[in-house]
């Protein structure tokens, strides 16, 4: 006892404890910590005891109410399947312009699109469906191979160059490296250029000109407005998918990149690929 350090200031036993002159006051907790402290012990007690608590080898213990999230969960998404099933079976059964003409069908097929794009779409489309190079931007007016809902439909139940499905959509550019010069595949550039913008040469306008009327039009159309039947991009509008200059479209002539879109349907079903029809078709881009 004689050895207690008692501080001068406060009168309060100290603990013994000491760091570069400062003591520590050994003050008592407050009773009522002390006693919501020992609530906690009751509680949790009691919690272990009707709840599910501790892990066993290959289970837990079940506790003495037989509570279980994963239950009250599957009796949620029970619940939710009961409430949408009519809706979605009516999706299932109906056109897509049925659908768009239901007001009903229409918001539900709209939401439930929104939901499976940011799933399974964000990753190429981005969250916003803008896309980026390589991967179209939806919410414009440009597209390969149409914009009204059934095409739309078509190109995400299918898919774009999938080898899986013999339904999916197919074109590929030839690579022109094989066919023309590389002062040819210049010139050819530099015409695409000049459809929205300056060339680096406009000399080469003119011959460039002539030798895509004789190896494009094929594909683009005489004016390069492009063929949705065959998948060619419209030239003309400066929305470009997979280049953003001119040594970049000459190297898109030479070798082009062709792009893969894995086909939906076999994944997600019917239903869930005309919702996702509907939902992109509203983003504004839609015919």
Known sequence: MADKHI?????????????????????????WWVWTFYATIVWALGYTILYPAWPMVSDATRGALGYSSRADLAADVESARIATGGIVEKISSASLDEILADQQLSQFATAGGAAAFRVNCTPCHGTGASGGQGYPNLNDDEWLWGGDVNAIYQSIAHGIRDSVDPETRVSEMPAFADMLKPEEVRQVSSYVVSLTGTPRDPSLVDAGKQLFADNCISCHGEKAEGNRDMGAPNLGDAIWLKVRDEAEIAKQIQSPRHGVMPAWATRLGDATVKQLAVYVHSLGGGE
């Open 7 to 31: 501080d001068e200031i406060s009168g309060v036993e100290t603990t013994g404890h000491e760091w570069d002159g400062i003591r520590e006051l050994n003050n008592p907790m407050p009773r």
